[in-house]
Every structure is written in C-alpha cells, then in structure tokens.
C-alpha cells in the first residue's frame, strides 16, 4: 500500500512540475508576476498583460513608464526633423503629438515651389531618443 502511495505521490508530482514547462503571468510593467523566479531550464509560455498567449516576450505589449511630457516630445521632434532639413530651406510644421506606446509626432515639412509632405518620428517616453518611423527621405 505505501508503496502504490509513493508511485501515485511521485506522478503527482511530476504533473504537478509540468515536465519541464512553465507558464509566466506577466505584469503591464514587463515584471512577472507573483514574483515568481523564471527557470531557464523549462519551456516557458507567457500570458501577457492583454490575455494574449506566446513563447515569445518579445510579443508582449508593455506599458513603459512616461518620464517625458508631451511638451518635451514635441521639442524633441521638432530639433529632430529640423535638424536635418533647415539648412536645404525646408520648413517644418508640428502638427499633432499623441501617445501609443511611445510619443508619436506628425511633422508637415514643406519649401517654397515643391509639394510638401507628411513626416512622422518616435520620441521613446522614457529616454526621450527620437527616430524617424514613416516618410523619412529627408534623413
């Protein structure tokens, strides 16, 4: 009898374990949670912070901290833009900022007897580095 207790204890325990896997809730600020300690020995699932299922983190959509405001974004994106187009004449125009993820900036840029067109660049919302995501020939 203990030894059929054993046998069932010890199945027991290996479903428990997963054989191998493990599933990770993660948090919306890229923490897992429950502080549970990540074992990188196991195929690991993670739940992110939307339901969304996957093997891989890099599919998880995380809330970053915002330490730059709107009003810095759009600076930043108007010294970007206009730092490569002023000295050939063009003009820039801010004409909207709003958050994603990140800080998102559409710029008209613009010069007399050409058409002007509609530039839109990224300002990270915690480091404040800007770079250039749609219409970027004027780099």
Same mark, same amino acid.
């Given at each position: ?53 996957? /093997? ?31 000295? /050939?004449?063009?003009?820039? /125009? ?46």
């Amino acid at each position: 009898m203990k030894r059929i207790n054993l046998i069932i204890l010890g199945l027991l325990l290996i479903f428990l374990t997963g054989c191998g896997n493990q599933i990770l809730y993660m948090c919306k600020d890229g923490t897992v949670g429950g502080g549970v300690i990540p074992d990188t020995e196991k195929t690991t699932s993670y739940y992110c912070p939307d339901g969304k299922e996957t /093997s891989s983190l890099n599919t998880c959509k995380f809330e970053k901290p915002t330490l730059i405001l709107k009003e810095d974004a759009e600076d930043a994106a108007l010294a970007y833009v206009k730092g490569y187009v002023t000295s /050939s004449g063009w003009q820039v /125009s801010l004409i909207n900022v709003y958050k994603d993820v990140d800080w998102k900036a559409q710029l008209i840029l613009s010069k007399k007897d050409n058409a002007g067109y509609e530039t839109i660049v990224m300002v990270d919302s915690t480091t404040g580095t800007v770079k250039c995501e749609q219409n970027c020939e004027y780099i």
